[in-house]
């Protein structure tokens, strides 16, 4: 089994900053892509930042200069650096990880309000 679990979610003034975290556990051999996801009240969930295990980034247009992707492969972590926060990014967020050999999972989602 593999689990996602993520943390770092909260309640912010706009202006202010986050950081989310999500660890994979179980039976991991490695980690391709591990990305984070938002799904706001009435909206589809949307890519926010994914990050390829050599490195390479891509974020939404709405995130680009303000958020950041990093990950920890010794730990199996991927983290969000959210910075800026406006209203807009209100929503939960899911990390999501391609685990080798297992597949596609998804975490809980962590939620986050940034108020005005």
């Known amino acids: 089994q593999v689990q996602l679990v993520e943390s770092g979610g909260g309640l912010v003034q706009a202006g202010g900053s986050l950081r989310l975290s999500c660890a994979a556990s179980?039976?991991?051999?490695?980690?391709?892509?591990m990305g984070w996801y938002r799904q706001a009240p009435a909206k589809q969930r949307e890519l926010v930042a994914r990050m390829s295990r050599g490195g390479s980034t891509n974020y939404a247009d709405s995130v680009k200069g303000r958020f950041t992707i990093s990950r920890d492969d010794a730990r199996n972590t991927v983290y969000l650096q959210m910075n800026s926060l406006n209203p807009e990014d209100t929503g939960v967020y899911y990390c999501?990880?391609?685990?080798?050999?297992?597949?596609?999972?998804w975490g809980q989602g962590t939620q986050v309000t940034v108020s005005s």
């Open positions: 999501n990880a391609d685990i080798i050999p297992r597949g596609l999972f």
């Open positions: 179980g039976s991991i051999f490695s980690i391709n892509d």
